[in-house]
């Protein structure tokens, strides 16, 4: 275990946040010593306890976690089963997100490839059902493998257990554990299923036309990861060269009225339909059908506000998607959150939504 340990180099944003305490852990026999160890039963009781993996989707909100870092870092990948049609593989946590996704499009295996070079580690994956181009990680994870911190007992979600939804599931609510909670599932391992004959999801954004613009009349799995790759490093940051955590916001989810309010104003704002599951019946006779929402980008209601490449100090909004706030080095958590507070009340001035951050802040 160490003590007063610099998280900066465990978090994309690079704030140099220390952490009171930090334990990785490379085994399963590792996550079993630290839950039966009595100074981390002595911390888990007193204090806060985070699971941290790519640190790619956290802000911590002051340099110092006056907590107990846990770092799960298991390596490896197995497969487990294969048919004429699907091959299931076991990820450990620690494995790093786009390298297996390389690993699976390198097999031919369909279904991660729209998923490519998204940072961060596969256990956290799963936890906000992390999605791109049109693809959700939620359709090919067939289960979770997690350990309560609490207790040790091991439990194994299926993808349904998983209760996914547009950036969330049944472990985003486990994000720092303090005494409120009865268990806490640390993910060690995903099993996915990915086909082996499949069709390629090409219509969202210019993935499409990036494979037209290129010659690629008949793409093949990974003609599309690279797209989508190409596609990221002309939107995005690199990481770890400029501090950020992607999307910094979530999507903004309105009804259909406000919808048609901007759009009686913008005629250029861009909007998708929302699946949203149906309200829990209240009686006999009663299957009520949810509202109609509609989904507007947020990074373009932050671009219309006015703020794409705005700098303040250390920290601003990134110049080619005004979805991601950037660190350009040397600046502290509270720079970012001031920003973010200006944002968000400059957006709902202008258009009467509230957005919300898609960060953990921690
Ligand atoms: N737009 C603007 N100005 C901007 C940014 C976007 O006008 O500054 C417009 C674009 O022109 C486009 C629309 O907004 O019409 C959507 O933009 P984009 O396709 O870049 O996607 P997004 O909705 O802003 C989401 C994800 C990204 C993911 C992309 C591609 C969320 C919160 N973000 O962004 O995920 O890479 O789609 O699938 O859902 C992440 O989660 O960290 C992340 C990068």
């Known amino acids: 275990m160490e003590k007063n340990f610099s998280l900066r180099e465990l978090n994309t944003f690079g704030f140099d946040v220390k952490a009171r305490y930090f334990q990785e852990l490379k085994t399963m026999e590792d996550i079993r010593e630290l839950i039966a160890n009595p100074e981390f039963i002595e911390c888990r009781d007193a204090i806060r306890v985070l699971i941290l993996s790519g640190g790619s989707n956290i802000l911590f909100s002051s340099e110092f976690f006056d907590g107990f870092v846990v770092y799960p870092n298991l390596k490896g990948i197995e497969t487990l089963e294969e048919n004429a049609e699907t091959v299931k593989i076991r990820c450990n946590c620690g494995e790093v997100w786009k390298n297996f996704v390389d690993y699976t499009v390198s097999k031919g295996l369909y279904g991660l490839e729209n998923l490519a070079d998204i940072p961060g580690k596969v256990g956290a994956a799963p936890v906000q059902n992390i999605g791109a181009y049109g693809a959700e ?55 996915f299923i990915l086909k082996k004959h499949g069709e390629l999801k090409l219509d969202y954004g ?7 613009a290129n010659n690629i009349t008949n793409p093949t799995i990974q003609d599309v990861a690279s797209t989508v790759k190409a596609i990221r490093a002309e939107k995005l940051p690199e990481v770890g060269v400029v501090g950020s955590v992607g999307s910094f916001f979530q999507n903004a989810i309105v009804s259909v009225d406000k919808y048609q309010e901007i759009k009686a104003l913008y005629s250029d704002v861009p909007s998708y339909p929302v699946e949203i599951p149906p309200l829990p019946s209240v009686g006999r006779n009663d299957s009520v059908s949810s509202p109609a929402m509609v989904k507007i980008p947020t990074g373009w209601l932050i671009d219309r506000a006015g703020w794409k490449g705005h700098r303040e100090n250390h920290v601003g909004v990134w110049d080619k998607q005004a979805l991601v706030l950037v660190h350009y080095g040397g600046g502290k958590p509270q720079e970012i959150l001031d920003l973010m507070k200006k944002i968000q009340e400059s957006v709902n001035d202008k258009f009467g939504i509230e957005i919300k951050p898609e960060v953990n802040i921690i």
């Open 206 to 212: 210019n993935i499409r036309n990036y494979l037209i």
């Open 137 to 191: 990680v939620k359709d090919t994870v067939c289960q979770v493998h997690t350990i309560d911190l609490a207790t040790g007992k091991t439990k194994v979600f299926s993808n349904e257990e998983c209760h996914f939804s547009y950036r969330n599931s049944v472990f985003k609510k486990f994000g720092v554990w303090s005494l409120k909670c009865e268990v806490f599932p640390l993910i060690f391992a995903v099993d």
